[in-house]
């Protein structure tokens, strides 16, 4: 029995092309609502009481958040791959194929993202982070319309190939796939470790920018 791989042409235009799209945005809705609500209720002073680290506390919401994101992401790879099953019930298949492009090509995006989201809104106090990443939403897909037949430069924060039967060009620009997404994830962890920071200097009693503003303003005032 032969043993066929899924195009990937095919299964980057069909699954991951437009799923990097939407995770380029979606998530920084979450990590921000997320982080204001705390505000909002008015316990950040009893969770920078306890006795849990920075670290601790960062992390614990971060993965929380990426794992919200992903999942979803792995559900829909897994009915695809059902899906091409299906189609070929008698040939011997990738079966892992839509599940390692879910971690490979748009894990990186989802980690980046929720890790600006995190640090902007943890500095800022506002929804600053969605604007910003509506901005980085906007260049990314500019340079992703010059590029659909497959854009992996470091300027896309989600990867482009939307041409059916261009399979080439992804070979070609292999080892620029490989190191753009290794960057990305090398910077979500870098802007991780900046809001843990963070985190530890509000802990102190440090102001969010809003925070500040608002006291240079009352100041005036008064």
């Known amino acids: 029995?032969?043993?066929?791989?899924?195009?990937?042409?095919?299964?980057?235009?069909?699954?991951?092309?437009?799923?990097?799209?939407i995770l380029l945005i979606l998530p920084i809705f979450i990590i921000t609502t997320l982080s204001l609500k705390d505000q909002g209720?008015?316990?950040?002073?009893?969770?920078?009481?306890?006795?849990?680290?920075?670290?601790q506390l960062v992390m614990t919401r971060f993965l929380a958040v990426v794992c919200a994101t992903i999942l979803p992401v792995l559900f829909v790879a897994i009915y695809e791959t059902y899906r091409v099953v299906s189609l070929y019930?008698?040939?011997?298949?990738?079966?892992?194929a839509f599940?390692?492009?879910?971690?490979?090509?748009?894990?990186?995006t989802i980690l980046v993202v929720v890790a600006f989201g995190f640090f902007v809104t943890e500095w800022s106090g506002t929804i600053l982070a969605i604007v910003l990443q509506f901005a980085l939403?906007?260049?990314?897909?500019?340079?992703?319309l010059q590029?659909?037949?497959?854009?992996?430069?470091?300027?896309?924060?989600?990867?482009?190939?939307?041409?059916?039967?261009?399979?080439?060009?992804?070979?070609?620009?292999l080892q620029a796939l490989w190191i753009n997404r290794v960057s990305y994830t090398a910077l979500?962890?870098?802007l991780l470790g900046l809001t843990i920071g963070l985190y530890e200097q509000k802990r102190k009693g440090m102001r969010t920018a809003y925070e500040w503003i608002q006291h240079v303003l009352h100041a005036r005032r008064s």
């Open 137 to 144: 939403f906007f260049v990314t897909m500019s340079i992703g």
């Open 1 to 21: 029995m032969v043993r066929i791989r899924i195009p990937i042409s095919k299964l980057l235009g069909q699954n991951a092309d437009y799923t990097g799209i």
């Open 41 to 55: 209720a008015g316990v950040t002073t009893v969770i920078y009481s306890r006795s849990i680290s920075s670290f």
């Open 99 to 108: 599940v390692e492009h879910a971690f490979i090509w748009l894990l990186p």
């Open 147 to 173: 590029q659909m037949e497959g854009g992996y430069s470091l300027g896309l924060i989600a990867l482009r190939h939307n041409i059916i039967g261009n399979t080439q060009v992804y070979v070609d620009h």
């Open 188 to 190: 979500a962890f870098v």
């Open 89 to 96: 019930p008698n040939e011997l298949l990738d079966y892992f």
